[in-house]
């Protein structure tokens, strides 16, 4: 059963809760399914109720949302004001507020008194992609509801339609994120495209030239200059030898890099299943110790050093 319906199933059922967390890393889904199931809970079948509520301009319903890094303090007590006064148009009053764990301290402080004690009729959606940075307190006065994971193709060509990015960059993004956020962060401010293309050639050393995959990882830094690039990087490592795993075994369709299809045909007979999974256990490997913060040098250079043994 989607999201949707077990919410309008518990509307049916005059099941609603107070509170609503929703977690998952498809923000997209998220934000169209509270945006519906505050539809369906101050318009029913009424379009210009449903309008009022595109346009942000229904007096019950309030979004709260940002640019910023955090939501303040003052923006969530203008809303706890707005929410503590009675219905104008509908019988409920309904908030959203997406990003939920950008909330600072006081601002989440400022929520909890109002979910300890919240006025009848009221129901807030709390839309967030990062929920363990949500006060504990918090999460016991929500019901949650689970989002999963946007499937890595609908991620790749959304990105590639509303977002500007080619195939090959959006590609090599959804090997670490499927947050649409978080991507053309990444996008905007580094060169994805040098990236990617350091990246491959390195595996490609990493297989032909293991001496020269040594020597590369200086370029290869170069262009993964902090931690979320290197992390980034890898994701891509895993994939392009997680690709070739998918090619021996007949799933082409599952791989990553789509125009690399011919060359991984080719390639992927000249290694064993052994050696590709020893790769990839490496890789994974390599992963842990970047997040334990050991030199990024060194890490990649272990799988150099490691998958030429």
């Known amino acids: 059963m ?3 319906d077990q919410l309008l199933k518990a509307y049916a059922n005059e099941k609603l809760s107070h509170a609503y967390l929703f977690e998952g890393d498809d923000l997209e889904t998220m934000i169209e399914t509270a945006e519906a199931f505050a539809m369906h809970i101050l318009c029913q079948d009424n379009d210009q109720c449903k309008t009022k509520i595109e346009a942000r301009n229904h007096p019950d319903f309030h979004y709260v949302k940002t640019d910023e890094t955090t939501i303040k303090k003052e923006r969530i007590e203008q809303l706890v004001h707005h929410m503590n006064q009675l219905p104008i148009e509908s019988d409920y009053k309904v908030y959203i507020i997406q990003d939920f764990e950008r909330l600072t301290v006081q601002g989440e402080n400022s929520i909890l008194k109002f979910l300890e004690e919240p006025p009848s009729n009221t129901i807030a959606i709390l839309i967030s992609s990062k929920p363990e940075q949500i006060l504990d307190t918090i999460h016991s006065r929500c019901q949650h509801v689970y989002f999963k994971p946007m499937h890595r193709h609908t991620f790749i060509e959304r990105l590639v339609a509303h977002e500007e990015v080619s195939k090959p960059v959006a590609e090599l993004l959804s090997t670490y994120t499927t947050q649409f956020e978080e ?13 990617r293309k350091q990246l491959l050639q390195w595996c490609d050393r990493l297989l032909k030239q293991r001496e020269m995959a040594l020597i590369g990882i200086v370029e290869l830094l170069k262009h993964a200059k902090n931690r979320r690039l290197q992390l980034l990087a890898l994701a891509g490592i895993n994939a392009y030898f997680q690709d070739m795993m998918y090619v021996k075994s007949g799933m082409t369709s599952r791989i990553t890099f789509s125009e690399l299809q011919s060359y991984y045909e080719s390639r992927a007979q000249q290694l064993s299943y052994r050696h590709l999974t020893y790769i990839i256990e490496q890789i994974t490997e390599a992963h842990k110790k970047l997040n334990q913060n050991v030199n990024p040098t060194l890490v990649f250079e272990q799988i150099a050093i490691k998958v030429k043994g």
């Open 183 to 195: 991507a053309r962060q990444l996008n905007e401010e580094h060169d994805l495209t040098q990236l």
């Open 2 to 4: 989607k999201e949707i």
